[in-house]
């Protein structure tokens, strides 16, 4: 499976954009990107997926590198209950694939 | 509704107590999987069941055993198990996991179990 690399935490301000970064620089052309993110004494919850371009729902938005070697989640406007950990996760697009949650980034917000 | 509900939401049992996990979804998924997740670690894969038939089993002890008896319910059945056993244990669907590429997975809360 290929890897991802994230930061272990960061921080930013309330009300402000936040950026977090994703390396996997092993990713192949079949290999779709997704973030899912934990808070606090919840199960995870699915935030975006992408394989190219850059997407955007009502919960964030996916930067996705040209050479797909990166990705970068993006909170437009941090509130506390953006606060979580945030998974960064490759699946393959053959099926039958399991998500393999690495470290990801514990993310904290300062009010 | 897009809920999938795990009773009870916290289980202590002594290592000779036999329990069951259970897990509910009405969101028509044929995919459901369990996780296990120890403090301050990320999740990780137990079991997925795919159109009620077990489909990856990542090599779990025989002390846990999942069962699904329709396409809505899962269980996890418990015994003789371990202190480090104790853990979160996530359940989770989705849609058919031959999409899984672009496929959601939707989590319950989990279960809190400490065995004793």
């Known amino acids: 499976d290929a890897k991802t690399t994230q930061p272990n935490s960061m921080e930013s301000n309330e009300e402000e954009p936040v950026h977090l970064p994703c390396n996997h620089s092993?990713?192949?052309?079949?290999?779709?990107i997704h973030w899912y993110r934990q808070l606090p004494s919840q199960g995870p919850e699915y935030v975006i997926h992408?394989?190219?371009s850059n997407v955007n729902n009502r919960m964030a938005s996916l930067a996705i590198a040209e050479d797909r070697k990166s990705s970068t989640l993006i909170l437009h406007r941090a509130t506390l209950r953006d606060a979580a950990v945030y998974y960064c996760?490759?699946?393959?697009?053959?099926?039958?694939?399991?998500?393999?949650f690495g470290t990801g980034t514990r993310l904290t917000i300062i009010p | 509704d897009t809920e999938v509900t795990q009773t009870p939401k916290h289980l202590v049992m002594g290592m000779t107590n036999k329990k069951s996990l259970k897990c509910e979804q009405h969101?028509?998924?044929?995919?459901m999987y369990w996780y296990k997740q120890k403090a301050k670690k990320p999740p990780e894969l137990m079991f997925v069941?795919?159109?009620?038939?077990?489909?990856i089993n990542e090599s779990v002890p025989s002390r846990f055993s999942p069962e699904c008896p329709n396409s809505s319910l899962l269980n996890l059945h418990l015994h003789a198990l371990q202190p480090e056993d104790s853990a979160l244990y996530l359940c989770?669907?989705?849609?058919?996991?031959?999409?899984?590429?672009?496929?959601?997975?939707?989590f319950g809360p989990g279960t809190r179990l400490t065995v004793l």
């Open positions: 989770a669907s989705s849609q058919d996991l031959r999409f899984s590429s672009t496929d959601t997975q939707y």
């Open positions: 092993t990713i192949s052309g079949t290999d779709y």
């Open positions: 992408g394989l190219t």
């Open positions: 996760i490759l699946i393959s697009n053959f099926g039958n694939e399991k998500l393999t």
């Open positions: 969101m028509g998924h044929r995919a």
């Open positions: 069941y795919s159109y009620e038939k077990l489909s």
